[in-house]
Nanobody, 126 residues
């Protein structure tokens, strides 16, 4: 069983930046490197969407078109964390951001991913 906790959300102005963290408690002897991590977001009245995904071994990284060039996903294996650096924030980035962990996070359907955090709120406002 993995414990997943997101943090780093908050209020930002358009054009500002936030850095989200997804901290994963893994059992002794287990490395987060063996898992893919997906960042998702859910805005009121909208469907959940994948924002970014990094596969196990970091062999595949992808971003949804709306955030390409603005968001960067990265893994800190030593700290068992994955970060989402969000720059040039826009009003439409406002959402609750969730982190999902699964061996095949970048290939399985979101609804089948094994471990989810409770989310962190990002609000972009003037």
């Amino acid at each position: 069983q993995l414990q997943v906790v997101e943090s780093g959300g908050g209020l930002a102005q358009p054009g500002g930046s936030l850095r989200l963290s997804c901290d994963v408690a893994v059992p002794v002897g287990v490395s987060l490197d063996n898992y893919g991590i997906g960042w998702f977001r859910k805005a009121p009245g909208k469907e959940r969407e994948e924002v970014s995904c990094i596969s196990r071994g970091d062999t595949n990284i992808r971003y949804t078109d709306a955030v390409k060039g603005r968001f960067t996903i990265s893994r800190d294996s030593a700290k068992s964390s994955v970060h989402l650096q969000m720059n040039s924030l826009r009003l439409e980035d406002t959402a609750t951001y969730y982190c999902a962990v699964d061996h095949f996070a970048c290939t399985k359907a979101a609804g089948t991913l094994s471990y989810w955090g409770r989310g962190t709120q990002v609000t972009v406002s003037d």
